[in-house]
Every structure is written in C-alpha cells, then in structure tokens.
C-alpha cells in the first residue's frame, strides 16, 4: 500500500515537472522569438528610432553678405543679436510657457497670438523663434531659469544693420518676414521660424546671392531637451558681398540737397551706365525693420501720402515736360523734317482745329531756331515740329532712346514709363488719335510717363553720342564691359548742335538753368522741365485754385551732363510740385555735380 502511494507521489511529480518545463520552455521560446524580431528583424528601425531621440539638428544662420559703396565703404553690415527659441514637442503646452516666459521677457498678447499660430503652421520638432533682440537683462534672467523651461534655448546670430539709417535707403531696401509670395519667388530656400528676407531695393534683388547657406549642428540631447554635447558640425557658408556703383559721398549730397522736397535724383556715369547716386525722397530707417514697428508706426509709414516705401527713382512715373524736347529735336534732325537754320514765329500760342496751345511765355518768343528753342525752351517751335513729325516717329525715337520700357536696372518692381501712340490708345480708350494730342506729346505732357532713372538714362545717352547702356547698381570689375541695350545712330552734326542748345540752357543769359552752373567754370549742358499736374481753374472767389493747393503745383525736372567735351556724369531730378525746373530741380543738380567735381576733378 505504501510502496502503491509512492508510486503515485512520483508519477504525479513527473508530470508537474514536464508541465511546468513545458511552459518554461514554452516561455523562453517566445521571449527569445520576441528578442530576435526587436534585435535582429527590425533592430536597424529601432536603431534609428533612438538615435533620432538622442540626436538634436541645430541650424546653424549664415551671415548674410555685406554690401559696400564703391570705394569700399560699407553701407551694411551685421551685428550680433540673441533670440529665444523653443521646440514645441519638448516644451509642453505652449500658451502656458509662454506665460510662464513672459515674467523674463515682454511679450504681448498679440505675439502670443502670432506665435501659436505659427507654432500650427510648422512642425513641432523644429525651432520655433520666440523674440529676437533680447536685451542682456533678458538673455540673464532667462539664462539661469532655462532648466525650468524644456526645450527652451537661446541662441545667438547676426542682424542687418544700416549704419547710415535713410542714407540710400531704396536702393539698399530693408528686410522682413516671408510672406507666400517670398515662398513661392525662393522656392529653392527653406524658409525656417523668424527668417528674413529682402523686399525691396537690392536686398530683395540679390536675395539669393546675400543669403549664403546655412549650417547644422548635431548636438547630443537628454529626454528633456537639453543638449549634452556636440556631436558633428556643418559650417554654414556666408553670402556674397556686394559692392555697388554708388558712390556714398555724392548720394548723400544728393540726399541732403533734397532736403524736405519729395522726389528723385539720379546720378549715372554717361560711359558705363553705372548709378553713381539715386535717391527717393521721403525716405526711411531700414534699421527700424529690424527692431520692428508698433502699430501706429507702422500705419504712419505705410499709409504716407508722400509714399516713402516707394523708390520714385524707378517706379515714380512723371511727365517729362520739356526734358522731352530733346527727343523731339533729334527725331526732327534725324528723319529731316527740322532744318537746323529755320525759323519758326512764336505769337505766344499757335491755333489747331479752333484751339489753343500756349507756349509757356504768354508772349511769344519771336523768331527762334533750334538752338534758341531749346534754351528758352519754346513751346510753340516744338507743337509745330511734332505736328511736322507725327506721333509714330516721336513714339520711335523716343522708344530709341530707352524710354517708354523698363531699363533693366537691378532693382525689382521697375515702371516702364509710357509712350504713347495711336494702337496705344485705340486699346485703352477704344479711341482715335487727334493731332492736337501729338502737340502736346512734342512738350512731354499729355499721355507721356517716364521715370527719373529713364531720364538720366537719356541724357546719358545724349553725352555719350548715342549708346543706351543697361544702368547698373554694381560696380564694373576691371576690364568689364558694360551691357549695351542699344545704340543710336546719331551724326556729329546733329550731336554738336543739340550740344550748343543745351550747353546755352545752363549758360546763355536767355537759358532758362542758370542756377546749374558748375563752380570752377565748368561747362555743362541740361534741359528743364515744367510738368503741368493740373491747369489753372478759378474758384468762385476768382481765385485760382492752383495757386493754393500744393498738390496741384507743377512738377519741376532738370536734366543735365558735364563736362561737354569728355562727359563724365549725367544727372536727372524731378522736385514734386516744384514749380520751375529752373529754380527747383536745377540746383540740386548743380551741387550733386559740384560734389562729384571737387571730388574726382573734372578730367579723367
């Protein structure tokens, strides 16, 4: 009986022992199984996995290329800067940190805002630009409290900076936060948290080139965020430096010889088309781009009648006024249809059709020829001559000249003037051409449009014997030839006298410029002009209206190059309802070229 329950004890026993190694067994096998497939099958996804956990890509900002005046100067640089960063997956609820944040640095509700919008529209393992010019009171407080913020850093790089404030502020232009439009331009760019980028003048132009590339830097981070050590640096590539053709000494002549009058002036080698000066008047700090507007800075700048955002250089669109009379006068000596020795009566008006053109001296000039017309700029000789060429050849020599398109300057958003002509305005008016429109076209009103940057350009033209060069704000290397856009086939004749008509404009005493004579006795040869904006109407009171509204004065406009024998600079200005040419725009020139005289002497 005893031996029987032994028996039984050790055959149960057995059975316990094979159950219980069975599921022993059983267990391993999985265990194991589980092991292989997380170590072997997928342990390179796992891998990666960690490593991206472990690992933190950190941009790196390449600074932004520099641009310089002529003869080196810089006209911008970069400056050190700190900003706060916080990448949104480490950092938890975002609107209480920046709560929490708001205690070290100030930060409105209003940035909060635009912050958590942002924060939506990006991926939240990248850096997000919190604020940027953090003062040292703000880097320190944040600094020995950043471990109660995770993945909060701060990080240091370099911002624009303009050290002569307005000074050529529309060529420089100023930088700003992308807009889709920026996107989709730069589409080769990825645009990162806070980036700036041009939006106007050459920084906008030449964005890609200033940008350069930026490095990464692959730092080693804790679960929180913090980083633990680097790892790997990318070195980012800094962008090009410019240098441009502006001479900074005659662009803030130009600058300071505008004063408070709203306008443009461009100053541009006749020889090579590179811009020595332009200036746009009202102008404006770049720098507060970078530090930021408030609201009601930003509604004053950009709601300003007087458009100070607005380069009029090259998108101000002006008639010409008498400046034009020069395009006349070469399409009437070209095409033959103006004999240099005529004379034409001037009664102080000439009667088309029953209507009246006035000439700008109510009583006559007398007989004048080409060179009398010119300097005492008869309005009467040129309604005559346009009447004789018609307006296809004015709208062709004209267009000869560079007017009527744009210039090819390197600068974004160029007007191209207007020419007008007889399809031309069928188009926009569905209406014919009448011939009295062509009179008025021979004085530079009407229809026509051209830029100040066009008119330097003509007049450039006119010194230098008929090339129209592409002008150009970078300076020519050495050696480098300037673009040709086209060239016109002027004689020496025609040139020589279109030479003594505005050589007399500035110095015989019936020319309508003396007040842009060159100290040292330098010759030089120009053109006024006298825009009409609005004709002269009577109130009630018979006042004229005119006279009491300044937005309705004429626009004044000189142009001009010197010296006459080797041309080496040609200027154009137009002064807002100015007035007279004479008296407004002339003198601007004149210290402009004065300027560049006393500085480079006035031979080559």
Not at 481 to 499: G, K, Q
Not at 561 to 576: G, M, S
Request: proline residues 5%; charged residues 25%.
């Amino acid at each position: 009986m005893l031996d029987d329950d032994r028996e039984q004890f050790r055959g149960d026993a057995r059975r316990r022992l094979l159950l219980v190694g069975g599921c022993l067994g059983a267990g391993f096998m999985v265990l194991g199984g589980r092991l292989f497939h997380l170590q072997v099958m997928r342990g390179g996804e796992y891998r990666t996995l960690a490593e991206d956990n472990r690992i933190s890509l950190k941009p790196i900002f390449a600074p932004r290329g520099r641009i310089f005046d002529r003869e080196n100067r810089a006209l911008v640089e970069n400056s050190p800067d700190f900003e706060v960063v916080v990448v949104p997956e480490l950092a938890g609820p975002l609107r209480m940190l920046f709560k929490r944040l708001g205690r070290h640095i100030d930060l409105s509700e209003e940035e909060v805002k635009h912050l958590l919008q942002q924060a939506r529209r990006q991926r939240s393992f990248l850096p997000l630009r919190v604020k940027s010019h953090l003062s040292w009171e703000e880097v320190s407080s944040i600094e020995v409290r950043i471990h109660e913020f995770p993945g909060l850093d701060l990080q240091s790089q370099s911002v624009r900076y303009y050290p002569f404030d307005s000074l050529a502020c529309h060529v420089l232009g100023y930088l700003g936060e992308p807009s889709d439009g920026d996107r989709k331009r730069f589409s080769r760019i990825t645009f990162r948290s806070g980036d700036q980028v041009g939006k106007s003048g050459v920084e906008q132009h030449f964005e890609e080139l200033l940008r350069g590339r930026e490095g990464v830097l692959e730092m080693e981070v804790n679960a929180v965020g913090r980083h633990v050590r680097e790892l790997h640096r990318n070195p980012p590539e800094s962008g090009e430096d410019l240098h441009l053709s502006i001479d900074f000494d005659l662009q803030k002549e130009a600058q300071e010889a505008m004063g408070e009058e709203i306008g443009s002036v461009v100053a541009m080698d006749p020889n090579t088309g590179e811009i020595l000066a332009m200036v746009s008047t009202p102008s404006y700090d770049p720098n507060q781009f970078i530090r930021g507007f408030t609201h009601a800075q930003w509604q004053a700048l950009s709601t300003d009648p007087d458009r100070p955002l607005i380069n009029k250089a090259h998108q101000g669109q002006y008639p010409p006024g008498s400046t034009f009379k020069i395009v006349v006068a070469l399409a009437g000596l070209s095409t033959g249809k103006l004999d240099p020795r005529e004379q034409v009566h001037c009664g102080g008006f000439l009667l088309k059709e029953e209507q009246r053109f006035y000439c700008w001296r109510r009583h006559g000039h007398g007989s004048v020829n080409l060179i009398q017309a010119l300097t005492q700029s008869c309005d009467v000789f040129f309604y005559k001559l346009a009447e004789r060429l018609g307006i296809d050849a004015i709208e062709r020599q004209a267009h000869k000249m560079g007017l009527g398109g744009v210039t090819g300057v390197d600068l974004d958003a160029e007007r191209p003037g207007l020419i007008p002509s007889r399809a031309w305005k069928r188009k926009m008016f569905k209406a014919s051409w009448y011939p009295g429109e062509t009179l008025i076209t021979g004085i530079g009103q009407g229809y026509v449009l051209t830029t100040p940057l066009q008119l330097a350009s003509m007049m450039a033209t006119v010194a230098n014997g008929g090339t129209v060069y592409r002008p150009s704000l970078l300076r020519l290397e050495p050696g480098q030839a300037p673009d040709v856009m086209s060239r016109n086939n002027f004689s020496v004749h025609h040139l020589e006298l279109m030479r003594q008509g505005l050589e007399a404009v500035v110095h015989d005493p019936t020319g309508t410029a003396a007040k842009a004579r060159l100290e040292g006795g330098i010759r030089a040869a120009g053109k006024t002009g006298t825009s009409q904006v609005a004709r002269h109407r009577r109130e009630k009171s018979g006042q004229i209206i005119k006279s009491t509204n300044e937005k309705l004065q004429d626009h004044a406009l000189f142009v001009c190059y010197a010296p006459l024998d080797r041309p080496r600079i040609a200027v154009a200005v137009i002064v807002e309802h100015g007035g007279h040419g004479g008296s407004a725009a002339a003198p601007v020139a004149k210290r402009v070229m004065d300027r560049f005289f006393t500085k480079y002497g006035s031979s080559s």
